[in-house]
């Protein structure tokens, strides 16, 4: 069965936006362990990764390539694309007054010494939001220190074109009760063909909430195996969209032409991505391995055969 498709200037697309998609609705809100990024939102566009034609005349690289190899580009996902907010940072102040609380209430405590039996009340109350404010204080300040310093900077995901496999790299928030418990992040591989790529319309709320706004976001979309309509796992991909997704499309457009044989690592005179990628997750040797020889920015110009 053919989707309808809308041309828009130079770009022809795949249009549901205001219409029920040919996907079965339920897959756009069936989530697998809590994996779904973008709740229910409409799609704003759902794309195809294996058909021949094109969304854009222009694509490009868009500078989120973090790596080129023989058989494969490393994409930066969206995390990689935004700074963290400095508001993020002030989390560390109810932390520290917590602890400080506690601190307090222990000090009182230590002043009542024996009276503390006259007014067996109070001593239990002191006691308890001494340990429970130490407690929640302590958790609060590891798991901001693991998501805003032990976190990887980004959670890019390998297009390889040989094998034809995806690998992304799925992040999970710290725990609050396991405090030496280090950022976990799994590994899942899922297949090119299986993938069903789609942009959203969000509505962001600025810091503070003093303002909102519409973004739009690349997201890679995978369905289970025993039940294709039901999500397996999504990634946000690239970087945030304005005004409009087209320039998302120009970077979908970059990865469809990669891996369907026809198009460069890095489009001429792109550069590879330099911002946000000092903590790099360490993917499985088994999809390193697969990526063959590293490539220098003048070699990822070139177009090579998978």
Not at 50 to 79: C, F, K, M, Q, W
Request: hydrophobic share 45%; aromatic share 12%; proline share 6%.
């Amino acid at each position: 069965m053919n989707r309808p498709r809308k041309r828009y200037g130079d770009v022809l697309v795949e249009e549901w936006e205001g219409e029920e998609p040919f996907f079965d609705t339920d897959f756009a809100k069936k989530r697998t362990n809590g994996a779904g990024q973008v709740g229910v939102a409409q799609p704003r566009r759902i794309l195809n990764s294996t058909d021949d034609v094109r969304v854009h005349s222009g694509p490009s690289s868009s500078e989120v390539v973090l790596a080129a190899y023989e058989n494969g580009i490393l994409i930066s996902g969206l995390r990689g694309n935004a700074s963290l907010s400095i508001l993020a940072w002030f989390g560390f102040l109810p932390a520290l007054g917590l602890i400080a609380v506690a601190i307090f209430c222990a000090n009182v405590l230590f002043r009542l010494g024996a009276n503390a039996v006259f007014e067996p009340g109070i001593a239990i109350s002191f006691f308890f939001i001494s340990i429970a404010g130490f407690l929640f204080g302590i958790g609060l300040i590891s798991f901001l220190f693991r998501v805003l310093v032990l976190m990887p900077s980004d959670f890019p995901v390998i297009f390889n074109r040989s094998t034809k496999d995806i690998w992304v790299a799925v992040p999970t928030l710290p725990s609050f009760v396991r405090i030496l418990e280090l950022h976990p992040v799994r590994f899942e591989r899922y297949s090119w063909a299986d993938l069903q790529p789609r942009t959203y319309r969000i509505l962001e709320v600025t810091p503070g909430a003093s303002s909102a706004r519409w973004i739009y976001i690349l997201t890679l979309v995978f369905g289970q195996k025993n039940d294709p309509r039901r999500v397996a796992c999504e990634m946000n991909i690239g970087f945030k969209g304005w005004g409009d997704d087209f320039e998302l499309l120009q970077l979908w457009e970059h990865i469809r032409q990669y891996m369907n044989d026809a198009g460069p690592a890095l489009d001429q005179g792109e550069k590879f991505k330099t911002f946000s990628t000092g903590r790099l997750p360490k993917f499985p040797d088994e999809a390193m391995a697969a990526l063959g020889r590293k490539l220098s920015e003048s070699e990822a110009w070139e177009i090579t055969r998978a």
